[in-house]
């Protein structure tokens, strides 16, 4: 019997409403929230899963 290496890579998403002075200060506010771990994805924002070979 042989052996393969099998990729699995699941994708969480979700969106969120941040308060800001403009987009570029929002997404700095999201990414400081989520290094943070003010903004903690799980199950609830799954999107998708795939698998492949590699």
Not at 47 to 54: A, E, I, Q, T
């Amino acid at each position: 019997m042989d052996t393969y290496n099998i990729e699995i890579e699941e994708i969480l998403q979700r969106v969120i409403k941040i308060e800001a002075e403009s987009k570029e200060e929002a997404l700095i506010i999201a990414k400081e929230k989520y290094r943070n771990e003010e903004i903690i994805l799980d199950y609830n924002d799954f999107k998708n899963v795939s698998f492949k070979h590699v």
